[in-house]
């Protein structure tokens, strides 16, 4: 507990890291809407992927295989475990787009079923990774340099009520 209290005293002395830390706490209210934003995307995409690749699933039990029954059974097995399911496919499009999965690795099969699918799976990656992310980026620091003015505000007020006193 004393240790604790001289972690608080140091963060009142070291101006950057106390605005630091006030920058994380007051973006928070920006980092929830942000995560809504990027979820929302996600999850559009995602139906879209979700309901092509079961469509496409459907329709090649009708259809006898073309190549190697393993290649169909690997294709098929690739594409259901990226895409079977909605939340599958929302931890797909979130995992290519933070760098947790090689998004050509997911890409493949859903181009697969069609030149447009491909392309609509690189426009979200190009979109939220240059518009949305781009759009985060300027909210976080906009909201650290305005924490930042404020902590500076607030330093200039209590200096000149210590010189009064």
Known sequence: LVRLLRLVRIVRFVRALRVLLHSMFTTMKSLVWTMLLLTINI??????????SVQHLI????????IS??????????????????PRSMLTLFACITGGIDWIIVARPIGAIGWFWMALFIVFVSVTVFAVFNVITGVFCNSAVEGANRDRDLMVKQLMANKEA
């Open 59 to 66: 329709s090649l039990e009708e259809q006898p295989c073309v």
């Open 69 to 86: 029954e393993e290649a169909c059974t690997a294709y098929e097995e690739n594409l259901r475990s990226h895409w079977g399911t909605l």
């Open 43 to 52: 999850y559009f995409f995602a139906i879209l992927f979700t309901q092509t």
